[in-house]
C-alpha cells in the first residue's frame, strides 16, 4: 500500500478525502465478478428510483 | 445492448469504477466512443429505438439523433428508455477512443466483453478533470487501488 508503487504523486487534498472512505465497501465489492458488481449498482438505482417516487408521492399527499 | 450491437466503446466514469468495485452510486452511464463513419452509423442505429434526447433540453426540440449529428458533435449528454447516457468522443486527460483502447481491459458483463477502462486510468482522468466534485470519487477510486494492490488484484 505504499504510494511510492503508484502511478502518481499522492495529492493531499484526495489523501484527506481518502481517510473518510468506507473501505470495507470496497473489500466486499472485490469479493464479487464485474457482472454481479454491475446488478448489485443496478439493484441500487431501483431502489433509489422508488425511493425517490416515494418520496415524491409523500410530499403531493401533504400539500393536498 | 450497444456491445452487442458491435458498437466500438469503451466504458468510463461512475459505472467503470463500479465495475472495477467502487461502492459509488451513479446515475448515468459514460462512453467514450469510436468516431469513424461504421460506428457512427452502428452507434446511431443501436441507441435510436431507445429515443435518446439531449438531456436538459426542452421537449420538441428538432433533434435528430443519427451518424451525422454525431459527427457534428463531440460530446454527448442523452437522456434515453435506458436512462442517462453520455456519450464521448474525447475525455480529458485520456483522449480519444483510439488513444485510450490499447491501455483499457475487457471485462466480461453478462457474457460480452466490455472494454473498461483500466483503475490507474480512471483515476488518471478525474484527475486530469481536476473538478472539485471528483475529489470524494478519486479517494475512493485511489483507496480502491491501494486494496486492489494489497490484495495481488492490480
Known amino acids: 500500500m505504499t504510494s511510492a508503487r503508484l502511478p502518481y504523486e499522492p495529492d493531499p487534498v484526495i489523501e484527506a478525502y481518502k481517510k473518510d472512505v468506507d473501505r470495507t465497501l470496497l473489500r466486499e465489492n472485490l469479493k464479487l465478478t464485474p457482472t454481479q458488481r454491475l446488478d448489485k449498482l443496478s439493484s441500487l438505482q431501483s431502489f433509489a428510483a422508488e425511493l425517490r417516487r416515494a418520496g415524491k408521492a409523500a410530499r403531493a399527499a401533504q400539500q393536498s | 445492448m450497444l456491445v452487442g450491437s458491435g458498437v466500438e466503446l469503451i466504458l468510463i466514469g461512475g459505472v467503470a469504477g463500479f465495475a472495477h468495485g467502487s461502492a459509488r452510486l451513479t446515475q448515468d452511464i459514460d462512453f467514450v466512443y469510436r468516431r469513424n463513419e461504421e460506428n457512427l452509423m452502428r452507434l446511431a442505429e443501436a441507441l ?46 485520456g483522449g480519444t477512443y483510439e488513444d485510450l483502447a490499447p491501455q483499457c481491459e475487457k471485462l466480461d458483463v453478462y457474457g460480452q466483453p ?30 480502491l487501488e491501494e486494496e486492489r494492490r494489497a490484495t495481488g488484484d492490480l
Open chain 2, 114 to 143: 466490455v472494454l473498461c477502462l483500466t483503475l490507474p486510468l480512471l483515476i488518471a482522468t478525474k484527475r486530469a478533470a481536476g473538478r472539485p466534485k471528483d475529489f470524494e470519487a478519486i479517494a475512493e477510486l485511489e483507496a
Open chain 2, 48 to 93: 435510436k429505438p431507445h429515443h435518446p434526447y439531449l438531456r436538459g433540453a426542452p421537449p420538441g426540440l428538432p433533434f435528430k439523433f443519427d451518424a451525422e449529428t454525431l459527427k457534428r458533435g463531440l460530446n454527448f449528454t442523452l437522456t434515453s428508455d435506458l436512462g442517462d447516457i453520455d456519450l464521448l468522443g474525447e475525455v480529458t486527460g
